[in-house]
């Protein structure tokens, strides 16, 4: 049930039917009110695309059918809490709303931006912004609130207002940050599906520091902007989509016949585990460097006990992020500093 004021009448959850968990998707399927809501999350880890790869960029995607016959006017609406952006719930952040070629990009991030500023165990990245970016020509309407969920939920709209208070704590006392919402039209939904997604995205300066040097994103080696890095993103979307069909089936035609079906869903967890637990940047040259990450070792990063079972996982899909782990990890044991003998 959503959460409403005293007085409001309960709205029940739809009713999961489904959970279908592959290497590049995450699919659910929904039931309530004479519809089928088939809901996805798609993050195009290519291994061998590093453009792609290192692209900070999930697609959520919505399918509706009408199961009863009858046809149902359908609103999506999608409410993101400003905690995305922050370590910790005291930070101020500030939120904004943008144009770019093809897409509304909705943004929040810490007001400092401080960079690569602390190290620590269970330590949440809080610089740069998380983007909710929205097509545009979907006759989509959005706000910059902390009551939208609320509002949708009496009214079946938002307010039409945005919240300009900022910067606030995303758990402020005197009343939470903005949050970032949309409600996205379906219109009237019958047998025919009809489908609508935006992107998801949480893009940064830097990511890593190394030997001195803070180094930025893969994707940005070239200078690429956010704005065309997100309008790309889009523009690309129904190609990544097919290619990564093709890949989750070959990839999972390959786990079934192995180890059956328990051991395809583990290591489809693990394929995604093993590719987030590493960073992607560019080195001052270009030359891709890929960087292990630990929640629990005080922020160290590229330790040859991650490096080592790893290894086999990037060896099969893509010797060259093998040879990107390598690259700092051997130039650093190589520099007088590293005394010891192992």
């Given at each position: 049930q959503l959460a409403q004021r005293p007085g409001l009448a309960p709205i029940e959850a739809m009713q999961q039917l489904s959970l279908e968990v592959?290497?590049?998707?995450?699919?659910?399927?929904?039931?309530?009110?004479?519809?089928?809501?088939?809901?996805?999350?798609?993050?195009?880890?290519?291994?061998?695309?590093?453009?792609?790869?290192?692209?900070?960029?999930?697609?959520?995607?919505?399918?509706?059918?009408?199961?009863?016959?009858?046809?149902?006017?359908?609103?999506?609406m999608l409410d993101v809490s400003p905690m995305v952006a922050v370590n910790d719930r005291a930070q101020p952040v500030t939120w904004g709303r943008f144009h770019v070629d093809g897409l509304t990009v909705l943004?929040?991030?810490?007001?400092?931006?401080d960079a690569l500023h602390q190290s620590g165990d269970r330590i949440r990245i809080d610089w740069g912004y998380f983007n909710l970016a929205i097509p545009e020509g979907i006759a989509s309407t959005s706000e910059l609130s902390a009551d939208a969920a609320e509002h949708f939920a009496e009214n079946g709209s938002l307010s039409g207002a945005d919240d300009l208070d900022m910067p606030r704590a995303a758990g402020s006392s005197r009343g939470p940050a903005a949050h970032l919402a949309t409600i996205i039209p379906l219109g009237s939904v019958g047998t025919r599906s009809v489908e609508r997604h935006v992107l998801l995205a949480y893009t940064e300066g830097y990511a890593?520091?190394?030997?001195?040097?803070?180094?930025?994103?893969?994707?940005?080696?070239?200078?690429?902007?956010?704005?065309?890095?997100l309008s790309r993103a889009e523009k690309e979307y129904s190609a990544l989509e097919a290619r990564g069909v093709k890949f989750d089936a070959d990839l999972s035609a390959d786990m079934l016949k192995v180890g059956g079906p328990d051991y395809a869903y583990l290591a489809s967890l693990l394929f995604r585990q093993t590719l987030a637990?590493?960073?992607?940047?560019?080195?001052?040259?270009?030359?891709?460097?890929?960087?292990?990450?630990?929640n629990d070792s005080n922020g160290c990063i590229d330790t040859v006990d991650v490096t080592y079972p790893s290894s086999p996982f990037f060896l099969l899909f893509n010797p060259k992020l093998l040879q990107a782990q390598l690259e700092p990890l051997m130039r650093y044991a190589a520099l007088p500093r590293w005394h010891f003998p192992f």
């Open positions: 592959s290497p590049l998707h995450t699919r659910y399927r929904f039931a309530a009110g004479g519809i089928e809501l088939r809901v996805t999350f798609f993050t195009p880890s290519f291994p061998g695309d590093l453009d792609t790869l290192s692209r900070p960029v999930s697609y959520l995607d919505w399918s509706a059918t009408s199961t009863d016959g009858t046809a149902h006017k359908v609103d999506i943004r929040v991030g810490t007001r400092d931006q890593i520091e190394y030997l001195g040097r803070k180094l930025r994103p893969y994707w940005q080696r070239n200078d690429m902007t956010e704005a065309v890095m637990a590493h960073k992607l940047v560019a080195d001052v040259d270009g030359t891709p460097m890929l960087f292990s990450k630990e």
